[in-house]
Nanobody
Framework: QVHLVESGGGLMQAGGSLRLSCVAS????????MGWYRQAPGKSRELVAK???????TYADSLKGRFTVSRDNAKNTADLQTNSLKPEDTAVYYC?????????WGQGTQVTVSS
């Protein structure tokens, strides 16, 4: 069973940057897909970005150009570089992995952007 651990969240002023990291463990196989979702207070969880094992990335349209997802298959990591942060980016960011037909979620890391 895949286990995910996120790191890198925190408090940042608007305009700043944060790098979130996710490490997957517990499986000999590299996940078919890894990525990041986020959930703001009172809102549904939404896709931020995801990347396949082949390196094909998908982004939420509203975040293209500010956020970049990257992946290291050898280390089973997926990072999210967030730039030009806005107060509306405040949310809990969850790492996710898809392998053998199952989705696994991390515990989430809080990102708070102050104006």
């Amino acid at each position: 069973q895949v286990h995910l651990v996120e790191s890198g969240g925190g408090l940042m002023q608007a305009g700043g940057s944060l790098r979130l990291s996710c490490v997957a463990s517990g499986s000999r196989s590299s996940p078919d897909e890894m990525g990041w979702y986020r959930q703001a207070p009172g809102k549904s969880r939404e896709l931020v970005a995801k990347v396949t094992r082949a390196g094909i990335a998908t982004y939420a349209d509203s975040l293209k150009g500010r956020f970049t997802v990257s992946r290291d298959n050898a280390k089973n990591t997926a990072d999210l570089q967030t730039n030009s942060l806005k107060p509306e980016d405040t949310a809990v960011y969850y790492c996710y992995a898809f392998l053998f037909g199952r989705s696994t979620w991390g515990q989430g890391t809080q990102v708070t952007v102050s104006s």
